[in-house]
T-cell receptor, first 115, second 116 residues
Framework: AQSVTQPDIHITVSEGASLELRCNYSYGATPYLFWYVQSPGQGLQLLLKYFSGDTLVQGIKGFEAEFKRSQSSFNLRKPSVHWSDAAEYFCAVGMFSGGYNKLIFGAGTRLAVHP | GAGVSQSPSNKVTEKGKDVELRCDPISGHTALYWYRQRLGQGLEFLIYFQGNSAPDKSGLPSDRFSAERTGESVSTLTIQRTQQEDSAVYLC??????????????FGPGTRLLVL
């Protein structure tokens, strides 16, 4: 069955430090991969997505992610975290299944940023 | 332009009552999705509408849950005889419906439902 795993439930980093959020997926075909961010009291906002081409994808707010097929991973990175990056981050895989579009989400990683 | 809107933003109800949650998608978007997000958990797919096609109801957790969509606009999610385990944030998303599963979904702010 298709699934998305985010191994880290909660991560705390200092402002200015680098960040990597892990995401692993299980899907037999070429996946469409997404990272969304949910700030407190807000809906989800797309950070970036991968569906073909260059495996290193640039997104908004200085984030990037790298698709590694051999590791079934799509980890999110940022070289220097800002206090405003504190939020919950969701990895998702898009697929066509049973005649319908589906987006399967991971359980999320909550990021806290220390000043 | 306007994004996805949802109403009400918060709803408190008593166990056993029915509730209706509303979603207004982005104009022109033919695809509409409902998700449930329980406290501290990820998003759980509920239902998907695409144009005039039969909806994908595979995520509805019980027959107490139903949803309708008027053409390619407003959608209503109805929960009958609410239970305490229905307490969650209900999120709606829409997408253009032209490019398949690689499309970006645009999310509304959600409706926070509390069943007492």
């Amino acid at each position: 069955a298709q699934s998305v795993t985010q191994p880290d439930i909660h991560i705390t980093v200092s402002e200015g430090a680098s960040l990597e959020l892990r995401c692993n997926y299980s899907y037999g075909a070429t996946p469409y991969l997404f990272w969304y961010v949910q700030s407190p009291g807000q809906g989800l906002q797309l950070l970036l997505k991968y569906f073909s081409g260059d495996t290193l994808v640039q997104g908004i707010k200085g984030f990037e992610a790298e698709f590694k097929r051999s590791q079934s991973s799509f980890n999110l990175r940022k070289p220097s975290v800002h206090w405003s990056d504190a939020a919950e981050y969701f990895c998702a895989v898009g697929m066509f299944s049973g005649g319908y579009n589906k987006l399967i989400f991971g359980a999320g990683t909550r990021l806290a940023v220390h000043p | 332009g306007a994004g996805v809107s949802q109403s009400p933003s918060n709803k408190v109800t008593e166990k056993g009552k029915d509730v209706e949650l509303r979603c207004d998608p982005i104009s022109g978007h033919t695809a509409l999705y409902w998700y449930r997000q329980r406290l501290g958990q990820g998003l759980e797919f509920l239902i998907y509408f695409q144009g005039n096609s039969a909806p994908d109801k595979s995520g509805l957790p019980s027959d107490r849950f139903s949803a309708e969509r008027t053409g390619e606009s407003v959608s209503t999610l109805t929960i009958q005889r609410t239970q305490q385990e229905d307490s969650a944030v209900y999120l709606c998303a829409s997408s253009p419906g032209l490019a398949g599963p690689q499309e970006t979904q645009y999310f509304g702010p959600g409706t926070r439902l509390l069943v007492l």
